[in-house]
């Protein structure tokens, strides 16, 4: 009676362990892309609610000339990039609630050092308003402006009173998988899908 293993079973036994390995790193990466995606989408979600809560609580930042802007406390996000950024509209006279890029609105403080960026490969997709596309005004078309004014919170989409319901889809490019992040301009409730 033999009690050792043949050389075919160890090769079997060998086969196996690596194609179990193989899936087990597949899996991985694969939940490490839909996490990227998932952890983006909550983090737009959080920093929209933060605004929201600014505009709110009257909120004061250190580079504000008059305590609350006039203006109210915004999110830009620009379609086929991979960040965004907070701003408040710090107008004493008329607040256009719209950020410009460079110097033609210096009533214009950017919140956050910089912008938010995505992780790689998670990038914006689209940005709809009720399921047609949104384009602000000259100069900024391509950008998205969302602006939540002291002191109910009211929100503005490019600049303009809005009831519509925005909505921005991330989009990971190396799964296609997107999610969604919903700003309800009615309720003010913002969600992820």
Not at 20 to 42: E, P
Not at 98 to 107: A, H, M, V
Request: with cysteine; charged share 20%; hydrophobic share 40%.
């Amino acid at each position: 009676m033999n009690r050792g293993f043949t050389l075919i079973e160890l090769l079997i036994s060998i086969a196996i362990i690596g194609i179990l390995f193989t899936v087990t790193i597949v899996n991985f990466r694969q939940g490490k892309y839909n996490d990227d995606l998932r952890l983006s989408a909550d983090r737009l979600a959080s920093d929209l609610r933060e605004l929201q809560n600014f505009a709110l609580t009257g909120f004061t930042t250190s580079g504000s000339a008059t305590g609350v802007p006039s203006g109210g406390y915004g999110i830009v996000i620009v379609e086929d990039d991979q960040g965004y950024f907070t701003f408040m509209d710090d107008s004493d006279a008329m607040p256009n609630r719209l950020f410009q890029f460079g110097p033609s609105d210096e009533d214009d403080t950017l919140i956050a050092s910089g912008a938010t960026t995505l992780p790689q490969y998670v990038s914006v997709a689209s940005v709809a308003l009720d399921d047609d596309d949104v384009n602000c005004p000259e100069p900024d078309v391509g950008t998205f402006t969302a602006v939540f004014a002291p002191p109910a919170a009211a929100i503005y989409f490019c600049g303009v009173s809005s009831t519509d319901t925005a909505s921005v889809t991330l989009q990971h490019a190396q799964t296609g998988e997107t999610r969604t992040v919903e700003i309800g301009a009615v309720t003010g409730r913002i969600t992820v899908l």
